[in-house]
């Protein structure tokens, strides 16, 4: 006879007196005594971060929290006005767009990185590898995801306090390096500005400390969750939804394609 199905979890278990979180029981050992900083990791990597380890957390869920009047927020704003009775929705509008043009690219980024540098590699050449890695973007004519910014032509500010954060919480290592010579050698190929942006800077610091590359995209993901709600919570008190509906139909313009109408 063969035995019964088993299904294997180590996030969680609800008993009757009790709630197991990662090993821990959640009313005795984390509530109160944890940060939430410390609760996203330990439940992205299964372990208690370290104090450095634990700020910088705290500044990956932080810094892409707000970015002004973006794609994604009035995704959100939008929805709330047309099904304010289903709040969860307009927050998934916000996030549902988070790809490879916006809010998404740390996963590819940390994709690029992690498979271009194995964890198991020990005195790699990273300069030969960031030429390789550049080349090999180069040849297909697509962008390196990590690098470079339409706003932030000039440098991220976000990426370079990334960078002095990790480097101050000894978390900065061969990913973040690795990034920074990708970085360079597209410079100096290219003849212009391509510095590190924001999402490759969180792709480079995640893989750093040890998370799977689709992973890279939670502290987006988390970190806009409170930016579209906080979008809604002034969608509530200070309506804009109708401003920007009648906004599109002012600038529209209508126009037939002749020849499919005539077909």
Known sequence: MS?????????????????????????????????????????????????????MIDALLTVLVEHGMVSSVIAARVTYHTAPEAIQGAVAAAILGAGSVHLGSSEWSAQM?????????????????????????????????????????????????????????????????????ISRTAEARRGRRLPVNVTGAIAAIASDMGLPWPMSKAFAIIGRTLGALAHIGEEIQK???????????????????????HD
Not at 23 to 45: A, R
């Open 113 to 181: 990185l992690q498979e271009a540098l194995p964890q198991a590699t020990r005195d790699a050449d990273l300069d030969a590898i960031a030429t390789s890695v550049v080349e090999r973007y180069e040849e297909r004519k697509q962008r390196i995801p990590g690098i470079g910014h339409r706003t932030h032509a000039e440098g991220d500010p976000r990426a370079d306090k990334l960078f002095q954060i990790a480097r101050e919480t000894q978390v900065y290592g061969r990913y973040c390096d690795l990034l920074q010579r």
């Open 239 to 261: 309506p804009m939804a109708r401003n920007i509906d009648a906004a599109i139909k002012a600038a529209l313009v209508y126009e037939t394609d002749e020849k499919t109408k």
């Open 3 to 55: 035995e019964p199905l088993k299904i294997t979890t180590a996030l969680g278990k609800a008993e009757l007196h009790r709630i197991l979180v990662r090993g821990y029981d959640l009313t005795e050992e984390l509530l109160g005594k944890i940060t939430f900083s410390q609760m996203t990791f330990l439940m992205l990597t299964g372990r208690m971060p370290t104090p450095g380890q634990t700020r």
